[in-house]
């Protein structure tokens, strides 16, 4: 299983970024999915996970109200609508997705590769 991110860059403050991350390979379903980030000096911390019905969403304290996780459960794909971007959400924002794959009796967790999302004016 493969995980492929995207829609990271560079944005002034207030600015909005949105984030993608698709799965692809041995898939048979998908189970939670969700984001992490990890700013310079800090612990990586949770951003925003979701449930495999899009519903059961959850939110860190930090970005609730402006960042909103959805699903494309069709495309296997997870994303991260980020408004009102502050400097502090500066960090390499990592996709997890939990995997059931074909043969498999249980789920496993894979990361993606990190997308750099940096707010400054």
């Known amino acids: 299983v493969q995980l492929q991110a995207s829609g990271g860059g560079l944005v002034q403050p207030g600015g909005s970024l949105r984030l993608s991350c698709a799965a692809s390979?041995?898939?048979?379903?998908?189970?939670?999915m969700g984001w992490y980030r990890q700013a310079p000096g800090k612990q990586r911390e949770l951003v925003a996970l979701?449930?495999?019905?899009?519903?059961?969403?959850y939110s860190g304290d930090s970005v609730k109200g402006r960042f909103t996780i959805s699903r494309d459960n069709a495309k296997n794909t997870v994303y991260l609508q980020m408004n009102s971007l502050q400097p502090e959400d500066t960090a390499v924002y990592h996709c997890?997705?939990?995997?059931?794959?074909?043969?498999?009796?249980?789920?496993?967790?894979?990361w993606g590769q990190g997308t750099l999302v940096t707010v400054s004016s």
């Open positions: 390979g041995s898939i048979g379903s998908v189970g939670n």
């Open positions: 979701i449930g495999s019905g899009g519903n059961n969403n």
């Open positions: 997890w997705v939990n995997v059931k794959e074909w043969g498999r009796l249980s789920y496993t967790a894979y």
